[in-house]
């Protein structure tokens, strides 16, 4: 993974006192909220429902084992319920005490969020993640974010080139660039390099995908204007192939344009995505003509030489790993014979939550976040803790936070499997549910959001409740369930096979569902949002509703059908009235209120 250069470090320390200062003259009133505001935002503080959110950012996913250790100190030392007045809280909210704290979050964006940490500390804080090169800056604020790309880069058996030096760079050139640094609203990029696009990147203000002409020259296929919140639009191809060199330049002139022509009259229309729908063609031509300028009067000055691809891509090569002792194949043999003599949960581990690597004596394994009882995505202080000695112990120190919210082990030798599966059980990580129902993807939603019209937490461990049963979920197969509190979609509930909105309804918290949206996965075809199958549903009604779609899976299905496929061949009708079917027919009561919904920060 990279290494932060001195000016790396010496740039994250310097912006650590800038922020000490300025939260200190906060503090002693000679700065305003309306001043210190967008300061705070630029370091990733959030003012959330009770706390104050810091958001940090991991560029491309990837942490190393002493970022995990700091990580877990700071949700350990920092992140306290009992530090703030709850006074504030909605009478309906009965269970805020029963809300996680001491806890990181793995956000849909690779990225870790605290909700508890009082503002008094902040500065403390952003001194230990700077300690291990972690900081909050660009994880918030109307500029680029944090660049995303796929869990499995540089290791994925269907990859045509690494994506994570192209990441690299990228965030070299995007942080502070001075003339992006206030845009009309938050950009978002996000890279892959496999031809199975596991990065989402149809659904991003820019998506880069690898890939090889007729001649085996490397480029990118350059998508624009994909995103979800109350519009879902899947990004439009305007370039088929830019060669790869030339990625920063078109960058500089997509943004340029958009910066240009996006609308700032509109908060709700000031995504680009909003531009390209509404400009189409005149959008890319645009684009072209800002682009020639770039490489014609400027000078392309951000043409990426061989030189540097090598020198980033060099902080990238996989860790020296003693492979040897075993072969491949030796390995394998005795992981399947493993498998049969421990147990099945062991073999449906294997199954879901092991992938194939480049390396054949390697293999990349996921921990599974999801469990009964807690949020999807929440780490506690001592499971990060343990993550990091899994990482020290099976992954060369690595680990990835992955789209879906869980985290990844890249570099886990076959013949470690067994062990490795010991372990991560012991320390309740090795749920074999990943891709099944029960890894569910969630945003923190109502209680702990602002923006949020309803609480995603409460129905998502309902569900987590629900199907516990390992024979039911994997006979039920490959479900994406997104579940967001409100239209802003942290949750992605566009992209989900079932998809979940929490919507206010009179005051009141109620929930729309999908169907048929995908992330762009080879399991799931080609990205598109999901419909809306009708009126939205009471909260007291959504486990029922979400049992109704799987049992009309089950009764539709074909012999070894996912759900998915199930649903393109019969449309949504038959789901459609199943779930309907649930309404009660006699005066009915949400189980907790709404709250109201202010602007988007």
């Known amino acids: 993974m990279y290494q932060y250069s001195d000016f790396d470090r010496q740039f994250v320390q310097q912006r650590v006192v800038q922020f000490r200062d300025q939260l200190e003259r906060f503090q002693a009133g000679t700065l305003g909220g309306d001043e210190f505001k967008p300061l705070r935002l630029q370091n990733g503080w959030y003012v959330q429902?009770?706390?104050?959110?810091?958001?940090?950012?991991?560029?491309?996913?990837?942490?190393?084992?002493?970022?995990?250790?700091?990580?877990?100190?700071?949700?350990?030392?920092?992140?306290?319920?009992?530090?703030?007045?709850?006074s504030r809280a909605n009478a309906a909210l009965a269970d805020v005490p029963s809300l996680p704290d001491r806890c990181g979050h793995f956000t849909t964006r690779q990225n870790v969020q605290y909700n508890w940490i009082p503002l008094d500390h902040a500065a403390d804080v952003m001194d230990l993640l700077a300690s291990v090169n972690l900081h909050g800056i660009q994880t918030s604020g109307n500029c680029?974010?944090?660049i995303t790309t796929d869990a499995l880069a540089g290791i994925a058996v269907d990859e045509v080139a690494d994506p994570?030096?192209?990441?690299?760079?990228?965030?070299q050139w995007s942080t502070l660039h001075p003339e992006f640094a206030f845009l009309p609203r938050k950009f978002k990029i996000a890279i892959t390099g496999a031809r199975e696009d596991r990065a989402a990147t149809a659904w991003h203000d820019v998506g880069l995908r690898l890939l090889r002409d007729v001649n085996g020259e490397l480029g990118f296929q350059v998508r624009v204007g994909g995103g979800m919140g109350r519009t879902p639009i899947i990004g439009t191809v305007i370039r088929e192939f830019l060669p790869w060199n030339q990625v920063l330049n078109y960058l500089e002139a997509v943004v340029r344009a958009y910066n240009r022509f996006g609308r700032r009259d509109n908060l709700y229309k000031a995504?680009?995505?909003?531009?390209?729908?509404?400009?189409?063609?005149?959008?890319?031509?645009?684009?072209?003509?800002?682009?020639?300028?770039?490489?014609?009067?400027?000078?392309?000055?951000?043409?990426?030489?061989?030189?540097?691809?090598?020198?980033?891509?060099?902080?990238?090569?996989?860790?020296?790993?003693?492979?040897?002792?075993?072969?491949?194949?030796?390995?394998?043999?005795?992981?399947?014979?493993?498998?049969?003599?421990?147990?099945?949960?062991?073999?449906?581990?294997?199954?879901?939550?092991?992938?194939?690597?480049?390396?054949?004596?390697?293999?990349?394994?996921?921990?599974?976040?999801?469990r009964l009882?807690?949020?999807?995505?929440?780490?506690?202080?001592?499971?990060?803790?343990?993550?990091?000695?899994?990482?020290?112990?099976?992954?060369?120190?690595?680990?990835?936070?992955?789209?879906?919210?869980?985290?990844?082990?890249?570099?886990?030798?076959?013949?470690?499997?067994?062990?490795?599966?010991?372990?991560?059980?012991?320390?309740?990580?090795?749920?074999?549910?990943?891709?099944?129902?029960?890894?569910?993807?969630?945003?923190?939603?109502?209680?702990?959001?602002?923006?949020a019209n309803a609480r995603s937490l409460p129905i998502s461990r309902a569900l987590l409740a629900r199907y516990q049963d390992l024979d039911e979920l994997h006979d039920l197969g490959e479900i994406d369930l997104h579940i967001s509190g409100c239209i802003n979609s942290c949750g992605h509930h566009h992209s989900g096979h079932i998809?979940?909105?929490?919507?206010?309804?009179?005051?009141?918290?109620?929930?729309?569902?999908?169907l048929g949206g995908s992330d762009g996965t080879r399991l799931s075809g080609e990205a598109t949002p999901g419909k809306v199958i009708g009126p939205s549903f009471a909260a007291n009604e959504m486990l029922d509703v979400i049992e109704a779609l799987v049992d009309t899976y089950r009764d539709l299905r074909r012999e070894r059908e996912r759900f998915i496929d199930t649903l393109k061949r019969t449309g949504i009708e038959p789901f459609k009235a199943a779930a309907n079917a649930v309404r009660v027919t006699t005066a009915r009561a949400p189980s907790h209120a709404a709250v109201a919904v202010p602007v988007p920060a």
């Open 499 to 514: 998809g979940v909105l929490g919507v206010d309804k009179d005051g009141q918290e109620w929930y729309q569902v999908t």
């Open 373 to 451: 009882g807690s949020a999807p995505g929440d780490a506690s202080a001592e499971q990060l803790e343990c993550a990091a000695d899994l990482a020290d112990r099976f992954s060369a120190g690595e680990a990835r936070v992955t789209h879906e919210q869980n985290l990844l082990l890249p570099w886990v030798r076959c013949d470690e499997l067994p062990e490795l599966w010991v372990e991560a059980r012991r320390l309740g990580l090795a749920r074999p549910n990943i891709g099944l129902l029960s890894d569910l993807i969630t945003c923190p939603g109502g209680d702990f959001c602002d923006l």
């Open 49 to 86: 429902r009770f706390a104050p959110m810091l958001r940090v950012a991991v560029p491309y996913g990837e942490l190393n084992s002493a970022q995990l250790r700091v990580l877990a100190r700071i949700a350990r030392e920092y992140d306290h319920k009992e530090a703030h007045d709850l």
């Open 164 to 171: 994570r030096p192209f990441a690299e760079i990228m965030r």
């Open 144 to 146: 680029i974010r944090n």
């Open 271 to 370: 995504r680009i995505k909003i531009l390209v729908k509404a400009e189409g063609q005149a959008f890319t031509d645009q684009v072209e003509a800002e682009y020639r300028d770039i490489l014609e009067k400027d000078g392309a000055p951000h043409t990426i030489t061989h030189a540097e691809l090598d020198r980033v891509s060099a902080f990238f090569v996989q860790p020296a790993l003693d492979c040897d002792r075993q072969s491949a194949d030796t390995g394998i043999n005795h992981i399947l014979k493993a498998a049969a003599e421990d147990d099945a949960e062991f073999g449906r581990w294997l199954s879901q939550n092991v992938k194939p690597h480049q390396n054949p004596d390697l293999r990349a394994v996921t921990l599974s976040f999801k």
